[in-house]
């Protein structure tokens, strides 16, 4: 630090400009700017890209604190959280493996695998996880200081060979980096991709349960810190998971190295064939399951936002067909309520994404109707005028005719509460990513479905990136109240992620990326996605087939939207 400099920085959270000392880190910065954080600061914004805590400033910058309260805090806490988890695994049984797996139960499934004297694996117990839970306890009531260091790729690699983390090795020997930054704590070192706290005293909260076969790590609720997010079943989300992990086993395929290597050896075709033939067998299985169930009126595709819904929906009515079922598609949009009558939001906006937006009378008595073999007259929404109308269309089913009905409600028990279970078939389907970073670098789905968003916004809507970005959190709040409280209630489930796509969807995202500047908001998770599809080598795509659900996204599919 050159003594007797100082630079001006601006702290965007209360407007102030501060004047410090050169090299002064953002802990000493927070401390001078005078806020209060009831859980912060976790990390920082500097001139909006994310910082740790360590950061130091040496020129004239804009700095944003950032707590719990925010997805980019929240990040930082849970990397801590695996941190701490994997060095008290490391004490307690020198001999194992650490995987940070599956985000399901609003926590972490983590699998640990150890071995005996004899080299002989061992199952974790209930008594072992309450080892790990009090060891995890004491690491963090030490206040043990977190360090973060820059080494040369070549440096770190080899470290992290020496200590036999081999997925480390693997994504940093193809990320093309000069320089890797990793992290100590009391000895143990690790790789994460992003910031980590600056102290184990700062995990004020955490949970630890034995589940299934493995361990569940629970992390702070974003809306109240101060409680474990919601502990909620999702035994068919977890064996989904679960499901694709045994074939990436039998690929050879479980981490982003692994997928690099494929690349560089030219077997991504083979690869290609293999991921596109298993999602056909999945929806011809869903489709075949239908057929059996005699008396299906209607068959319900929900999901949340860029989960490939409609590409699923037009892939199962061919598989229906196969099966002797004549698929008739409807419109859940068909079903808005006159504008004036649709809901609003606590902003006073109109919610268009409101359970009640819909005309859930109309729906139940009309699909009634239908199964009695009634005939009907199909609403139809004008969007310009923002008014329900008769279409003028009349459907009337046939022996051999079931209902296709794709929508963000179509697994809320409330849309068609007046319609015998019997007759519902529901399939809910997402981009579950199931490939991982590395074995402590887990790939959030929903960082998939952004990225497919922002590339079909700018493709079909001519929204850019940015807009995209800033819209996501609304998008995803959407989701957590309309579409994932209700995706258990399905009868099947259906993962449409791929394990090469992000390889394919990198060539259009990354310009789209490149086009959201430093001094936007959203540059800092712009940024963060093109640092993580760095990590990935590109496949051409015209290696796609057009029948490919990625197609709804990239474009030349060979179904019409």
Same mark, same amino acid.
């Given at each position: ?5 100082? =630079? ?9 400009? +501060? ?22 600061? /976790? ?10 805590? !360590? ?25 801590? *959280? ?15 493996? /650490?995987?940070? @797996? ?64 081999h997925s480390k090795v693997k994504l940093l020997e193809n990320s093309g980096r000069l320089f890797t930054t990793y992290y100590d704590l009391d000895g143990y ?18 949970? *630890? ?15 109240? #810190? ?5 502990? =909620? ?10 499901? !694709?992990?045994?074939?990436?086993? =039998? ?13 560089? %050896? ?8 293999? $991921? ?11 489709? @075949? ?10 068959? +319900? ?14 892939? +199962?009515?061919i598989q229906l067909a196969v099966n002797g079922i004549q698929p008739i598609g409807i419109s859940l949009d068909d079903y808005f309520l006159d504008r004036e009558l649709t809901p609003k939001?606590?902003? &006073?906006?109109?919610?268009?994404? %409101? ?35 008769? $279409? &003028? ?5 046939? &022996?051999?005719?079931?209902? /296709? ?26 981009? +579950? ?100 599809? &760095? ?9 796609? #087939? #057009? ?15």
């Amino acid at each position: 630090m050159m003594t007797g400099q100082t =630079i001006k920085v601006k702290c965007k959270n209360n407007g102030q400009t +501060l004047e410090v000392p050169v090299g002064t880190n953002m802990e000493k910065l927070y401390e001078i700017s005078g806020l209060s954080m009831n859980y912060g600061p /976790v990390s920082v914004k500097v001139n909006n890209k994310v910082e740790g805590m !360590h950061y130091r400033v040496y020129k004239q910058k804009e700095v944003e604190f950032l707590d719990l309260y925010s997805g980019t805090g929240l990040r930082a806490y849970t990397r801590t *959280l695996f941190f701490v988890l994997c060095k008290a695994a490391h004490d307690l049984w020198a001999q194992c493996k /650490v995987v940070i @797996d599956i985000p399901v139960s609003n926590g972490y499934y983590v699998d640990i695998t150890r071995t005996d004297a004899d080299g002989k694996r061992q199952e974790i117990t209930p008594d072992d996880v309450s080892d790990l839970r009090q060891r995890m306890q004491e690491l963090i009531n030490a206040c043990l200081d977190i360090h973060r260091y820059e080494a040369s790729t070549e440096e770190a690699i080899e470290m992290f060979r020496k200590m036999g983390a081999h997925s480390k090795v693997k994504l940093l020997e193809n990320s093309g980096r000069l320089f890797t930054t990793y992290y100590d704590l009391d000895g143990y070192k690790d790789y994460y991709y992003g910031s980590l706290l600056t102290n184990t005293g700062k995990l004020h909260l955490f949970g *630890l349960e034995y589940y299934y076969d493995g361990i569940l790590l629970r992390i702070p609720s974003t809306e109240d #810190p101060s409680r474990l997010g919601a502990f =909620i079943r999702q035994d068919k989300m977890f064996e989904i998971f679960k499901e !694709h992990h045994r074939w990436q086993e =039998i690929l050879g395929m479980r981490t982003v190295g692994d997928l690099n290597a494929a690349i560089d %050896h030219d077997k991504t075709n083979a690869l290609i064939q293999l $991921s596109e033939a298993l999602q056909e067998k999945k929806i011809a299985q869903i489709a @075949d399951d239908i057929a059996r169930r005699k008396g299906i009126k209607m068959v +319900l595709i929900a999901g949340p936002s860029s989960s490939g819904k409609t590409t699923t929906c037009k892939r +199962l009515s061919i598989q229906l067909a196969v099966n002797g079922i004549q698929p008739i598609g409807i419109s859940l949009d068909d079903y808005f309520l006159d504008r004036e009558l649709t809901p609003k939001d606590e902003t &006073g906006d109109y919610d268009f994404e %409101h359970l009640h937006a819909l005309n859930i009378p109309l729906l139940n008595e009309q699909m009634n109707a239908l199964f009695r073999g009634e005939e009907v007259e199909l609403p139809r929404y004008n969007f310009q005028a923002g008014k329900s109308e008769w $279409s &003028g269309k009349r459907l009337q089913l046939k &022996g051999n005719e079931v209902l /296709v009905v794709e929508g963000i409600h179509a697994l809320n028990p409330e849309l068609t509460a007046q319609i015998p279970d019997e007759q519902i078939y529901r399939v809910y389907a997402s981009a +579950l990513t199931t490939i991982l970073l590395d074995s402590h670098n887990y790939v959030p789905t929903t960082d998939n479905r952004l990225l497919r968003r922002i590339i079909r916004d700018h493709k079909y809507r001519g929204v850019s990136a940015r807009e995209t970005i800033r819209r996501w959190p609304s998008v995803r709040k959407g989701e957590n109240r309309w579409i994932f409280p209700y995706q258990e209630n399905a009868d099947a489930m259906f993962n449409s992620a791929m394990l090469f796509e992000l390889a394919v969807i990198k060539r259009q995202a990354e310009p789209l990326l490149e086009q959201v500047y430093e001094n936007c908001d959203e540059y800092a998770e712009a940024y963060r996605l093109r640092k993580f599809l &760095g990590y990935i080598k590109p496949i051409p795509e015209d290696q796609i #087939p #057009p029948t490919s659900l990625l197609r709804e996204f990239l474009g030349g599919s060979s179904f019409e939207y």
